[in-house]
C-alpha cells in the first residue's frame, strides 16, 4: 500500500489559529485545506485518517468503524466545527 502524507502548510495553520477553528486532536496530518468564506472550518481528508489507522495497525474495517462512531460520531455542533471530506 503506498503511503500519503499531508503536511499542513503554515499559512492553513494560521487561517485556522486565526479563526479559531476547532480542530480533531492527533489528526493534523489529515488537513488538507480550509473552507472559503465567513465561517471558516478545518477540512480533513477521511481517507488520510483511515490510512493513518491502518498503518497503526488496524484492519480497514475496523479502522473505517473507528472513524464513524468516534471520530465523526464525536463532532461538535459548532459553526467553527471541522467538515470531514469523504474520499475514500
Do not use: W
Not at 486532536?25 to 488537513?31: E, K, P, R, S, V
Not at 480497514?60 to 467553527?80: F, R, S, T, W
Amino acid at each position: 500500500m503506498a503511503i500519503k502524507t499531508q503536511t499542513m502548510n503554515e499559512e492553513t495553520a494560521q487561517i485556522i489559529s486565526d479563526n479559531e477553528c476547532l480542530i480533531a486532536d492527533g489528526l493534523d496530518h489529515a488537513i488538507i485545506g480550509v473552507t472559503a468564506g465567513a465561517n471558516v472550518q478545518a477540512v480533513y481528508s477521511c481517507a488520510l485518517i483511515v490510512q493513518q489507522y491502518m498503518i497503526d495497525g488496524m484492519e480497514a474495517e475496523e479502522a473505517l468503524e473507528y472513524l464513524h462512531y468516534n471520530v465523526l460520531g464525536g463532532i461538535p455542533g459548532a459553526d467553527n466545527a471541522p467538515v470531514f471530506l469523504s474520499d475514500l
